[in-house]
């Protein structure tokens, strides 16, 4: 007989899917529908040059992921998580690789001039916050104890 006390703690996040899929889907449906029924968000000659800087903005993602490899743990959250990353981008925000993905996703809207991404944006942060973010840091406070606790309370989740 088996329960939930008695079970060995889960090796991985339990993430409900992978981030990227999460902003993917509903990026895909908003260009969907841009391409069935145009919408533009911003006045056409601001629509490249804003979406451009947001989407570079984006990419500060990048050094994140470099932090999790210099950690050589995995930024994956499928997989198990073998250091608690603190450096680089994590000395600012525990979560600095999903406000960039998050920056990427209005980049885009902004760059193809669409509306149609923007009103999925507020469920896709709820599902990150519920179904990644919260399970992830259970996870890591499962994992790392004490030292993800002291981190948790240094640093801000988003910014």
């Known amino acids: ?9 889960a090796s991985t996040s339990g ?3 992978p981030p990227p899929l999460i902003y993917a889907v509903p990026l895909v449906a908003g260009l969907l529908l841009q391409h069935w029924r145009p919408m533009p968000f911003v006045p056409g000659w601001a629509a490249v040059p804003l979406g451009i800087a947001c989407v570079l903005f984006g990419l500060l993602g990048l050094p994140a992921v470099l932090a999790f490899h210099k950690a050589k743990t995995s930024p994956n959250p499928l997989r ?3 250091a608690v990353v603190t450096t680089g981008p994590y000395r600012f925000s525990r979560n600095p690789m999903y406000v960039g993905i998050t920056l990427l996703y209005v980049g885009v809207a902004i760059w193809v001039n669409t509306v149609w991404p923007l009103p999925f944006l507020p469920v896709i942060l709820i599902v990150m916050h519920y179904g990644v973010i919260v399970r992830e ?8 104890g004490e030292e ?3 981190y948790r309370q240094r640093v801000r989740r988003w910014l």
């Open 1 to 9: 007989m088996s329960s939930a006390s008695t079970r060995p703690p």
């Open 15 to 17: 993430v409900v899917a």
């Open 80 to 82: 198990p998580s073998t």
């Open 137 to 144: 840091e259970a996870y890591l406070e499962r994992t790392f």
């Open 148 to 150: 993800y606790r002291q």
